[in-house]
DNA sequence: CTCGAAAACCTGTATGACAGGTTGTTATTG
DNA sequence: CAATAACAACCTGTCATACAGGTTTTCGAG
């Protein structure tokens, strides 16, 4: 193979990210859609001359972005949004400690102080439903650590959600992971009963704030939650 | 090979997924930094007994994602934050109309609204110099479109690296891109010379607020850059 | 026309081979 | 002995081939 002239213009920056550029430049042009399929790995093979290996290692690297999605036999397809990526590019800041926890929370708290208000703005009345639902799943569970958390992280995304924007969602679930890891910390500062229902209760009233649809209202409670949240992290010694 | 019993436990999720798990995993419990090598190819093979195919496809991935550096002869490394994986999700988000433009500068002018106000407060002289550089460039450039984009977006990145908060910055670049795509299509909807430079001279209020060391005054002047910007794109019909 | 089995196609993984880049070692030379 | 040049060992980049197993298409039997 590789009788087609490559011209040689460029320093060939490898086979591999031509072949990544020439399948998200298929999307682009062809306009595809989520759920539409892609070319075969053999035809991808044909069109770039390259040899397999290298159009399934672009493949494989698309799908690893969650990009596009791929599964034995069946061909792969464009893949909806995805937080896959972008969460894994916060985790390896923070593992490489190229990134701090409190870093992370000063950008949460700019962006849900944003999509609290647009929740209160936009939501619709099951997405009201679901934030209190999920509020109300932390008080109800508040004996077990781990079950408050992802109610917790759930009563954030599902506000995300409630701001009809997906690139908040992006963002917000993207930061879910370094969540899950610094979360318990927060949680043992606050060592009464009475300390960690009054956690709670800040997140149902920013529920109710998004119920009766006061934006103002909201952001100032979300505004206290990450005060409240940022402060314990500092007091557990977080960097 | 193959000989290694894997234990029937999980519904194996991919080889290569394992794979890739156990490189993060492995920089992680290793507490690698940027720049540290990780295993060849070949010992990853042994450990993990499977074919270096799938190695490969696992290492290929991650550096796609910018999570590691490759390049022929050497070992991976450990890469340094980097935007690559983020700015391909928002466009693939972008070219298959799973998010809208409008949408994009929504999230921005949130964050920029926020990385104006730290960068006006944290600062140093010679990051106030680089932001009133790029001002200073638009205007001198003005009459080359591509260039003033240019210093347009370094301006509005200078800005967010003031901030001292790297994952501003990494956001804010990842929507570079997307900027590019659109930014001409705002500059044609300020059809006299005069339109043009007002604009540009919102950049220079901008970088003078936080030279001055006023957050209050830098987030005003940047709202209004966004509301400009915005009412640009809507009068020019873009979703 | 319906249904089911075979054929054709596709991805997942393994193996082996070789080119070319990088690094450490060793032997040569001044 | 020190500097250096040649070399060996190792590493990644790419290719070809093979086969197992899943999916879609086709086509013939009923």
């Known amino acids: 193979m590789q009788e087609q002239t490559d011209p040689p213009g460029e320093p060939s920056p490898g086979l591999v990210s031509t072949a990544i550029q020439a399948i998200t430049q298929h999307i682009r042009s062809e306009g595809l859609a ?6 075969s790995e053999a035809a991808m093979t044909r069109q770039l001359n390259v040899s397999r290996t ?18 034995a036999g069946r061909r792969a397809t464009v893949a ?17 400690q190229q990134i701090s926890v409190q870093q992370v929370y000063d950008v949460r708290r700019t962006i849900e102080m944003r999509t609290v208000a647009l929740a209160a703005l936009r939501r619709t009345d099951q997405e009201a439903q679901a934030i209190a639902q999920s509020a109300r799943l932390m008080h109800e569970n508040f004996k077990s650590p781990e079950a408050v958390m992802e109610h917790d992280i759930a009563f954030h995304e599902a506000i995300a959600a409630a701001s009809h924007n997906p690139v908040f969602s ?10 899950r890891r610094t979360w318990v910390i927060g949680w043992r500062t606050r060592s009464s009963d009475e300390d960690q229902l009054k956690m709670i209760k800040g997140h149902e009233d920013i529920a109710d704030a998004i119920l009766k649809g006061d934006p103002r209202l909201a952001a100032e409670h979300m505004a206290q939650h990450f005060d409240k949240s940022v402060k314990a992290l500092l007091d557990a010694g977080i960097a």
Chains 1, 2 share one sequence.
Do not use: C, N, Q, Y
């Open 80 to 96: 909806k949004l995805d937080t896959g990526a972008m969460s894994m590019v916060i985790e390896h800041g923070i593992t490489t």
């Open 54 to 71: 290298v159009v399934r290692e672009a493949f494989r690297s698309l799908s690893a972005m969650r990009l596009i999605d791929m599964s």
């Open 34 to 39: 989520p759920g539409d399929p892609l070319p």
């Open 170 to 179: 992006l963002i917000v679930t993207a930061f879910s992971g370094v969540t």
